[in-house]
């Protein structure tokens, strides 16, 4: 079992309030990510579980039991850690199995689990090897094999990935979910990396200034964000925001259209008009960062390739059921 | 752009260093030269360098008059007591400023390494009576004590850089990992900071090694150290020159080896915080 609730969690660092008051369900065995630009206290909000830092008010419950008193070591919970944090004078062994030493495990029974680990992340051949011999990727499944091997009942991630290569990056955030989903052991996994956060997670958080904005499974963040501030951070190019006349004819104070659901359309059509600034053709799809005079800067995505270049007149045609409302506090407007 | 290093840039400087290095060398070699001439050869003007009369009387004559294994024995017993107590004290001390500092953290470390801008003379007559009346005055114990005491603030400074420069991201992986605090100093931290350990050690032992002030003081000749096995030599029987070098060259002869094969430790030492 790993249900972690929070319930008016709250953090200072003096007069600093880092997270003003935070709710959130996590239902055991999902994967929730909490993404949020740096210093919107996304880590804070980790730590905070873990018990690497203490809380100023409310009250963290794992498994319906409060656990702000309990020492980390006590919470069942393991963690990754950014930089890795593999112990350097230790062998690939020794670090997987520590916590299993500390809890007091018979050698062949750490054996046999920091075996059976190291089988599950491809790191048999590299059980005897201290981690300075070890690659970047390596050493990161280390990490993980570290938090695994212990059996917790929830696994935290702290932007275990960003140290990491592009193409690496990918192939281990396949890893990670895959190695969560076989397990079925629940996980809170804190990134800024948009992608990141939509291809794995069941629910996300978005964090903003210490505060959740939402908490939702990603296509409800794409497709009903709650405020302007989701609007922005979810997707990616970002999508158009637009104030004034178009705005106050939908009855809003500003609108919100993803840039692939603008219709393009070359000269004469009945949209917004603009002349193309920068053209991308990326072969899968064509971005179009389109001068709108007035209305400023937006950006399209065509699926596939379009010939349109820079200087070019084209119309851009909102697809109607798909505008996103805003009143004049930035909250969404439903129907 | 790299700076160039031409053929003759390297020679210069290499014979630039050799100098420096044979420069600040010269009296030590002079010591243990002198140490092996008689008495008349070491006063000789213009002084001979190399030949001279080579003789090891002085030695012998040393050693007839003096214990010296009686004074070494207490100069390791002194030093190696005094930095081991040190380290004791200091490892828990710099663990906990470096990894839960507080407000005052700062002020407490400049505090402590003010204690080593007083010059000790102010406080020996209180330290004297009071090793009087506890009777540790010539006593191992006693000197053990003093010297731990006063090299403490450095050794604490010390080791307070080397756990700083210890990602406090392992230290919390520990944690997680279900280690306690003892636990995490004797498994993580401890094995991570041994080079820094084995520096502050090295240094500690040289420095108690060669304290003199307060082990002049303070003993006479149960627990005197080798420094006041040299003084011996001095003063008052008249300006013994060849005696004086073999008593000194005897007495620095054990660290002078050790620092020689620890200088690799001792540079890092020495330097660890200044390049990242």
């Known amino acids: 079992m790993g249900q972690i609730t929070l319930q008016d969690v709250q953090k200072s660092f003096g007069p600093v309030h880092i997270i003003k008051g935070a709710d959130l369900e996590i239902a055991d065995g999902s994967f929730v990510v909490f993404v949020g630009p740096s210093g919107c206290g996304k880590t804070t909000l980790l730590r905070l579980i873990a018990g690497l ?67 599950t992340l491809n790191l048999t051949p590299y059980l005897d090897r201290k981690p300075r011999e070890l690659s970047g990727g390596q050493r990161q499944r280390v990490a993980i094999g570290r938090a695994i091997v212990r059996e917790p009942k929830a696994f935290l991630f702290d932007e275990p990935l960003s140290n990491l290569d592009a193409a690496l990056r990918v192939q281990m955030r396949i890893e990670v979910t895959r190695l969560q989903k076989q397990l079925g052991t629940t996980a809170v996994y804190v990134t800024h990396d948009q992608v990141e956060a939509m291809t794995m997670a069941d629910k996300i958080v978005v964090l903003n200034g210490g505060k959740i904005e939402q908490y939702g499974s990603p296509l409800e963040l794409y497709e009903r964000p709650a405020n302007l501030f989701v609007a922005g951070f979810i997707g990616s190019p970002k999508m158009n925001l637009v104030t004034g006349e178009p705005a106050k004819q939908q009855g809003a104070t500003t609108i919100g259209v993803r840039p692939e659901h603008l219709k393009i359309e070359r000269d004469g059509g009945g949209g917004w008009q603009g002349t193309i600034a920068v053209a991308e053709h990326l072969g899968s799809d064509t971005f179009l960062y389109v001068d709108a005079g007035p209305l400023g800067m937006l950006t399209a995505r065509y699926i596939g390739e379009l010939s349109l270049h820079a200087g070019d007149h084209v119309s851009l045609a909102p697809d109607p059921a798909r505008i996103h409302r805003f009143d004049a506090s930035g909250n969404a407007l439903r129907n | 752009m ?126 004297y009576l009071i090793y009087k009346s506890f009777g540790l005055l010539d006593s191992r114990i006693g000197l053990v004590f003093i010297l731990c005491l006063g090299n403490l603030p450095i050794v604490i400074w010390m080791l307070f850089t080397y756990f700083k420069e210890i990602p406090r991201d392992i230290l919390e992986a520990a944690r997680m990992d279900g280690a306690t605090i003892g636990r995490e100093l004797v498994y993580v931290l401890t094995p991570m900071a041994i080079p820094g350990l084995a520096s502050t050690m090295l240094l500690n032992l040289i420095l108690a090694w060669n304290e003199a002030f307060w082990t002049l003081n303070l003993s006479t000749s149960n627990a005197a150290p080798l420094t006041v096995f040299i003084a011996s030599y001095s003063s008052p029987e008249g300006l013994f020159w060849a005696k004086l070098s073999a008593a000194s060259t005897l007495a620095i002869a054990p660290i002078i080896i050790l620092g020689w094969f620890s200088q690799k430790q001792l540079v890092r030492g020495l330097t660890f915080g200044a390049v990242k």
């Not at chain 1, 980390?72 to 950014?82: N, T």
């Not at chain 2, 190399?50 to 004559?61: G, I, K, P, S």
């Not at chain 2, 906990?96 to 003379?121: E, G, H």
């Open chain 1, 53 to 119: 830092e203490d809380v100023s008010g409310g009250k963290i419950l794992i498994d319906g039991k409060n656990v702000v008193d309990t020492p980390p070591a006590k919470r069942g919970l393991s963690m990754v850690f950014q930089s890795y944090a593999l112990y350097p004078h230790m062998s690939v062994r020794g670090n997987i199995g520590f916590g299993l030493k500390m809890a007091g495990l018979s050698k062949d029974e750490t054996n046999r689990k920091v075996e059976a680990a190291a089988a």
């Open chain 2, 2 to 127: 790299a700076r160039k290093s031409t053929t003759q840039r390297v020679v210069v400087s290499t014979i630039g260093a050799w100098f420096f290095g044979f420069l600040i060398f010269f009296p030590i070699l002079w010591m243990v030269l002198a140490s092996f001439k008689t008495e008349l050869e070491a006063f000789a003007i213009p002084p001979s360098f190399l030949f001279f009369h080579w003789t090891t009387e002085n030695y012998a004559t040393v050693q007839e008059r003096s214990d010296y294994l009686l004074h070494a024995m207490n100069s390791i017993i002194i030093a190696g007591g005094s930095t081991l107590i040190a380290l004791l004290i200091a490892i828990p001390a710099a663990w906990s400023m470096a990894f839960s500092p507080t407000k005052r953290t700062k002020d407490i470390l400049l505090w402590m390494l003010s204690t080593k801008m007083m010059p000790p003379v102010g406080v020996l007559v209180p330290i």
